[in-house]
Every structure is written in structure tokens, then in C-alpha cells.
């Protein structure tokens, strides 16, 4: 029971003014720092993982060409559409949640026409793919490897910032929303910092061992969305019972939070909001498993 009704008490709180200003200032300082750190590692970056994907047989590479020029339209065309929407009817974005849910609906619409015509798109994204020589295939692949690990970081980076940045908020929530309901408050930053580096060593590890998975159709995102959801778990609960007290817990409810919350990294604007989600969540169901246990 508290596992749909924090999910539900989570979008009342998204669009709290200190927490949606939060989310939007966190993401883009980390867009702006990690573009700039993708120009200096940008070279490293597609040697190392040129060299991965020499390892690949052609014919498996040639269909992940396909799939990732695939989640490139796809992304694109939301970015587009969004960007059309927004131009024409900007009055919409002073209206709180209203951005975010637009955000969602075109995605998920745009995923679903994608869908439809999934194999008619690769298919002929296969017979364009074999114009080019193996060293343009290769590069493609090896440079949207290097975007992913890129972005994997940036994801990391605004969830751990987030973390350290909205305790005062959760803070101010629970006594608005959880006044009666007594805490027991032992936060530590060196604490958090070691769970968020721990985490971040074992995601790249995972990554370059599990990377031949990431070329697969659909099982790519699976494995995707564990890691990220690995990367960020820990920490998110962490960071509640440091400021609310440790709390019981069922470990396959805190894996769903996390992973509904890395969903919101694949959708572009919408993904400023995924540590808010991640972090609220968890936040009101420990606060929910406390009054039950009152």
C-alpha cells in the first residue's frame, strides 16, 4: 500500500517551487560541466571504446548500428516536436506539471509509432548502413558508445548533486506534510560520497564487462535500465535514512522506485526531474512504513 501511495504523494511535491528550481538549475550546471569535460575526453573516450567494438563480428555490429540510429530518430524527433510545441504555445510552461506530462505524452507517442514500424526503419537502415565501409560503421557505434558512458555519468552526477543539495528541502517537507512523525537525523556527506563513489567504480566495471549486452535489441534497455537503477539505489535510500532514521523495507519495492526513476533519463527535458522522483519516492515510503510502525 505504501508503494503506490508514495508514487502518488511524489508528483504534489515535483512541483514545489524550491525542488522543481532545484531539479532544472542541478541538471543544466552538470549538462554545462559535462560538455565541457566531453571535449577533453572526447578522443580517449572513442579510442577506448573503438577498441571494444573491434571485438564485435561485423554482422552484430551492422544491426546495432541499426538500433542505435533507431533510438537517435526517436530521440530526435521528440526533441523536435517538443521544441515546435513549446515555440507555438509557450504559455503552458508557466503551468507547473503541465511541461513535464507534455514531455511524457510525446515521447510515448513517438515511441509508439517508432514501435510500429520498428522493422520496416531498421530494415532499411541495414541496406544504408552496408553503403559505407566497416570503419564508418565502427565509428558510429564506438562514438554512440561514448555518448552513453558520457551520459551515464552526467546521470550520476545530477542524482549524487541532487542528494547533497535537497536535504534542506526533504527536511522542510516533512515538517509540512509529516509534522507529528519523530526522526532520528545522523546525515554524513562522507558517508553519502563513499556509497556514490563505490557505486559509480562498480557501474563502470559492469559496464565495460557487460558491454556486448548493450548491442542487443531490447535487452539493451533492460540492462540499461539495471545499471542505472543499480547506480543510484543505494544512495537514494542512504540518503533518507540519514535524514529520517532507518526505516524496514522491502528491497524489491526500493528497486522499483529507483528504476521508475532512471526511466525519466531516457526522456529529454523530463530527465531533470529523475533524482526529484528518485529521492521523493523513497522519501514517502520510509515516511508511510513510519506511521504504519506508529
Known amino acids: 500500500m505504501e508503494f503506490l501511495y508514495s508514487i502518488s504523494l511524489v508528483f504534489n511535491d515535483i512541483v514545489d517551487n524550491k525542488i522543481k528550481r532545484l531539479s532544472i538549475i542541478n541538471g543544466i550546471f552538470w549538462a554545462v560541466v559535462w560538455g565541457v569535460l566531453s571535449l577533453i575526453l572526447w578522443h580517449p573516450l572513442v579510442n577506448l571504446t573503438?577498441?571494444?567494438?573491434?571485438?564485435?563480428?561485423?554482422?552484430?555490429?551492422?544491426?546495432?548500428?541499426?538500433?542505435?540510429?533507431?533510438?537517435?530518430?526517436?530521440?530526435?524527433?521528440?526533441?523536435?516536436?517538443?521544441?515546435?510545441?513549446f515555440s507555438l504555445f509557450n504559455q503552458v510552461l508557466s503551468k507547473k506539471i503541465i511541461p513535464i506530462f507534455i514531455a511524457l505524452v510525446v515521447a510515448i507517442l513517438w515511441f509508439i509509432v517508432f514501435f510500429i514500424y520498428q522493422d520496416t526503419i531498421i530494415t532499411y537502415l541495414q541496406k544504408l548502413i552496408k553503403i559505407f565501409p566497416f570503419e564508418t560503421i565502427e565509428e558510429a557505434v564506438s562514438i554512440v558508445f561514448t555518448i552513453f558512458i558520457l551520459y551515464s555519468l552526467y546521470i550520476a552526477s545530477i542524482y549524487i548533486s541532487f542528494l547533497f543539495l535537497s536535504v534542506k528541502s526533504l527536511e522542510e517537507l516533512k515538517e509540512k506534510e509529516y509534522p507529528t512523525l519523530k526522526t532520528d537525523k545522523s546525515f554524513s556527506i562522507f558517508k553519502l560520497a563513499f556509497i556514490a563513489i563505490r557505486d559509480l567504480v562498480l557501474f563502470i566495471i559492469a559496464l565495460f564487462v557487460l558491454y556486448p549486452i548493450?548491442?542487443?535489441?531490447?535487452?539493451?534497455?533492460?540492462?540499461?535500465?539495471?545499471?542505472?537503477?543499480?547506480l543510484i539505489k543505494e544512495s537514494l535510500l542512504q540518503t533518507v535514512f540519514m535524514i529520517f532514521g532507518e526505516e524496514k523495507i522491502n528491497n524489491k519495492e526500493v528497486w522499483v522506485f529507483s528504476i521508475l526513476s532512471v526511466i525519466f533519463n531516457f526522456i529529454p527535458i523530463v530527465n531533470l526531474f529523475a533524482p526529484a522522483f528518485g529521492v521523493l519516492s523513497m522519501y514517502h515510503y520510509v515516511m508511510e512504513k513510519k506511521i504504519d510502525e506508529n
Open 50 to 85: 573503438t577498441t571494444m567494438i573491434n571485438l564485435l563480428p561485423f554482422k552484430f555490429l551492422q544491426n546495432a548500428g541499426a538500433d542505435f540510429i533507431l533510438m537517435i530518430l526517436w530521440i530526435q524527433a521528440v526533441l523536435i516536436t517538443l521544441g515546435i510545441f
Open 214 to 230: 548493450l548491442f542487443i535489441p531490447f535487452v539493451n534497455i533492460i540492462l540499461i535500465l539495471f545499471l542505472w537503477g543499480f
